[in-house]
């Protein structure tokens, strides 16, 4: 009776570990402060080695990362949202395409005007793509807010 309970308990124990979810991107947002009424909203991802996600203009292939921000009549985007990070370009067999991708740190920038100098929220979600050289993930999407002060 007792290898019997011990054998349970030692599968159950494997099980437990095989379900916990793969998160290999870490998100932070802030928005930065540029000038009167002007600021930065910038999303970082911290992406573990050896996983790398997409870039927002993927035109063949995986998904690519995509902001999208709800809108907030007290504030303007200005600009589209650009891209800081090493990005890396190469041929991928999977897709049968030039693939630009990041790995490491990158952040996602987008430019903001508020029309009144208040404090608000912004809203929004990014929908993205992980992958390494063995497997992709199922794109991910993710709802964030962001404080302008």
């Known amino acids: 009776m007792k290898k019997i309970f011990f054998a349970l308990l ?3 124990f494997a099980l437990q570990g095989q379900a916990q979810k ?3 991107v870490k998100w932070a947002y802030q928005a930065v402060k540029t000038g009167d009424k002007q600021y930065n909203i910038v999303i970082t991802a911290n992406v573990d ?4 996600i997409y870039s927002q203009f ?4 995986p998904v690519p990362t995509t902001v999208q921000f709800a809108k907030n009549p007290l504030v303007v985007l200005k600009g589209t949202t650009k891209e800081v990070g090493k990005l890396e370009k190469k041929f991928d067999k999977n897709f049968d395409a030039v693939i630009g991708s990041f790995g490491g740190k990158v952040q996602f920038i987008q430019a903001v005007t508020l029309k009144v100098a208040t404090k608000t929220k912004l809203t929004g979600t990014i929908e993205f793509m992980v992958c390494n050289e ?3 993930l199922p794109p991910t999407k993710q709802s964030f807010e962001v404080d302008i002060q």
């Not at 080695?49 to 790398?52: G, S």
């Open 49 to 52: 080695a050896p996983w790398h």
């Open 22 to 24: 793969l998160a290999p």
């Open 10 to 12: 030692i599968m159950a």
């Open 58 to 61: 993927v035109k063949k292939g």
């Open 134 to 136: 063995e497997r992709c």
